[in-house]
């Protein structure tokens, strides 16, 4: 497995600014995904964000709301950006090991009043 | 096609008895199927994964039963635990051309056993 950390674990934020949530993982990986787990939810896939590649989007998430760099292969950093109260949740990252085994972070608990 | 369907929703077990989760998918594609175990405040942990070359995968008080032509598979707690109290995710995944792979998750269960 590895070990896998989150900044910060929690917030609290006003609507209309942005937070940005860092991962970092002990080891290099090719392939890191942002989740998004609402209160008492499944989890929804963000974006996956290769090493050296733009992040790949899912349905109904866009680049201007959700930004993403990965700027080398045991980090990345996911921006959510002028957020509103439907934005609270929780944003998990997890990293790929073994060949289709994903490993998770703690989870950031963001609310936005 | 891209779902992935868990039952029940909530489970109360009593401590000692067999808890069981199910899931069933539609696409044919997947070919990886992990079972996570996620307590509150933590991020989902891997508890058990098998893949549909075989039937049955066993580890600890914990079991995946895989039925390939009826595309279902389903979690058996042996010997509840009050420390098994969580919420149970089933997941799925397929690789799509060699690039990314996707995890599809069930909707989840939540857990309760009782002491």
């Known amino acids: 497995s590895a070990v896998i950390s989150q900044k910060p674990s929690r917030d609290i934020c006003q609507r209309g600014t942005s937070l940005t949530i860092q991962c970092q993982v002990d080891s290099q990986v090719t392939m890191m995904f942002w989740y998004r787990q609402q209160p008492g939810q499944s989890l929804t896939l963000i974006a996956t964000a290769n090493q050296g590649s733009e992040a790949t989007y899912e349905s109904g998430f866009v680049i201007d709301k959700f930004p993403i760099s990965r700027p080398n292969l045991t980090f990345s950093t996911l921006t959510v950006s002028n957020m509103s109260p439907e934005d609270s949740s929780i944003y998990l990252c997890s990293v790929e090991l073994q060949q289709e085994t994903q490993y998770f972070g703690p989870g950031t608990r963001l609310l936005v009043l | 096609q891209q779902q992935v369907k868990q039952s029940p929703q909530s489970l109360i077990v009593q401590k000692g008895g067999i808890s069981i989760i199910n899931c069933a998918y539609e696409?044919?594609?997947?070919?990886?199927f992990p079972w996570y175990q996620q307590f509150p405040g933590k991020g989902p942990a891997l508890l058990i994964a098998i893949r549909p070359d075989v039937s049955e995968k066993k580890e600890g008080r914990f079991t995946i039963s895989f039925n390939k032509s009826a595309k279902q598979f389903s979690l058996h707690i042996m010997d509840s635990q009050p420390g098994d109290s969580a919420t149970y995710f089933c997941a799925a995944q397929a690789e799509y051309g060699g690039a990314t792979n996707k995890l599809i998750f069930g909707t989840g269960t939540l857990l309760a056993v009782q002491p």
């Open positions: 696409n044919t594609a997947f070919d990886y």
